[in-house]
């Protein structure tokens, strides 16, 4: 959240549900991935384009994909 988004989305997941947080463009180049520690991350992504990025969330509880807006 939130999405449309500005400056920085934050993710928020279970407690070692997770491990890794990568963004994708809407060709599929990564444009960031980062480890995740704790229950909340916020990415800074002032830096990218306005344009719609999928951000991939990988670990113990799988793979899940949610898309969001960079206005």
């Known amino acids: 959240f939130p999405n449309p988004a500005h400056s920085e989305v934050t993710v928020n997941i279970s407690q070692g549900a997770f491990n890794s947080l990568t963004i994708t463009n809407n060709v599929g180049q990564v444009v960031m991935q980062q ?4 229950t909340e991350t916020t990415v800074d992504i ?3 384009p ?6 991939t969330l990988r670990g113990s509880n799988g ?5 969001f807006v960079k206005e």
Not at 35 to 38: E, N, R, S, V, Y
Not at 63 to 67: G, K, N, P, S, T
Request: proline letters at 0%.
């Open 46 to 48: 002032k830096a990218l």
């Open 35 to 38: 480890q995740l520690t704790g």
């Open 63 to 67: 793979i899940i994909v949610r898309r």
């Open 50 to 55: 306005a344009a719609i990025y999928y951000v």
